[in-house]
């Protein structure tokens, strides 16, 4: 990779993140960390607002934009192959979003990328068993609980159908044993529990923020589970 693309490698990494620490770009682009400096001083004297905070990292100061990108022909491509993946994997609500941002993406594309990508969308296709298509529709709740902090109440159905109410505190969504699984600290429970998603009968985004104040990591959880996941 030369200087120039590395350099807007950098500074797109750095627009897609609140902080980026100097170790990890360095371990992205395969620099040392004495050339993310020089490289991060060449972004600042090309006028882009680049400022550092002790113990988190670089960031873009706020208000700065990127110009509308370029994507190149692997770029889409590879973007097009994700729309199957969350078509099987995802439920609606997460497919209606990704189809719209991908939609974005070839607006800005040339004509001939277009045709080609309409060609290679003719030609994939997918087969999954029906135990692992989704037939929910609250992964972008789940989302919006997990990035907002915000609590969500939930009728659920356990493994004998019976159903409770409860209110929980997602940590993170897990993709094991062929479904998607919140975890999240039950209020009624009062310890950490493991929803089965498809089993959520209903959810509701409230307006109240969590009240733990501290949360096990995810990864921690994790190892919990009786899959071997690794780190």
Same mark, same amino acid.
């Given at each position: 990779?030369?200087? %120039?693309?590395? @350099? *807007?490698?950098?500074?797109? &990494?750095?627009?897609?993140?609140?902080?980026?620490?100097?170790? =990890? $770009?360095?371990?992205?682009?395969? $620099?040392?960390?004495?050339?993310?400096?020089?490289?991060?001083?060449? +972004?600042?004297?090309? !006028?882009?607002?680049?400022? *550092?905070?002790?113990?988190?990292?670089?960031? %873009?100061?706020?208000?700065? *934009?990127?110009?509308?990108?370029?994507?190149? #022909?692997?770029?889409?491509?590879?973007?097009?192959?994700?729309?199957? &993946?969350?078509?099987?994997?995802?439920?609606? #609500?997460?497919?209606?979003?990704?189809?719209?941002?991908?939609?974005?993406?070839?607006?800005?594309?040339?004509?001939?990328?277009?045709?080609? &990508?309409?060609?290679?969308?003719?030609? %994939?296709r997918?087969? +999954?068993?029906?135990?692992?298509?989704?037939?929910? #529709?609250? +992964? #972008?709740? &789940?989302?919006?609980?997990?990035?907002?902090?915000l609590?969500?109440?939930?009728?659920?159905?356990?493994?004998?159908?019976?159903?409770?109410?409860?209110?929980?505190?997602? $940590?993170?969504?897990? *993709?094991?044993?062929? !479904?998607?699984?919140?975890?999240?600290?039950?209020h009624?429970?009062?310890?950490?529990?493991?929803?089965?998603?498809?089993?959520?009968?209903?959810i =509701? @985004?409230?307006?109240?923020?969590?009240?733990?104040?501290?949360?096990?990591?995810?990864?921690?959880?994790?190892?919990?589970?009786?899959?071997?996941? !690794?780190?």
């Amino acid at each position: 990779m030369n200087r %120039i693309d590395r @350099l *807007f490698g950098i500074l797109t &990494l750095l627009q897609s993140k609140k902080y980026v620490p100097a170790e =990890r $770009i360095a371990h992205k682009f395969d $620099i040392s960390v004495r050339t993310v400096y020089r490289d991060v001083k060449a +972004l600042g004297e090309q !006028g882009v607002p680049v400022s *550092f905070e002790q113990n988190k990292g670089y960031f %873009i100061v706020q208000g700065y *934009f990127l110009p509308p990108v370029a994507f190149n #022909s692997d770029e889409v491509n590879a973007l097009l192959l994700m729309e199957t &993946l969350v078509a099987g994997f995802a439920d609606q #609500s997460i497919a209606t979003h990704y189809s719209s941002a991908l939609n974005k993406v070839k607006a800005v594309l040339k004509t001939s990328q277009k045709e080609k &990508l309409e060609l290679l969308s003719s030609n %994939i296709r997918m087969r +999954l068993p029906d135990c692992v298509r989704p037939s929910f #529709s609250c +992964l #972008s709740i &789940l989302q919006q609980s997990l990035s907002s902090k915000l609590l969500i109440e939930i009728e659920y159905k356990n493994n004998k159908g019976e159903s409770s109410l409860r209110k929980a505190e997602p $940590i993170g969504l897990v *993709f094991y044993a062929f !479904g998607w699984h919140v975890i999240g600290w039950c209020h009624l429970r009062k310890e950490y529990r493991d929803f089965k998603v498809a089993r959520i009968v209903t959810i =509701r @985004l409230t307006d109240f923020p969590f009240t733990k104040t501290e949360h096990m990591a995810l990864n921690e959880y994790m190892k919990l589970l009786p899959v071997n996941y !690794g780190s």
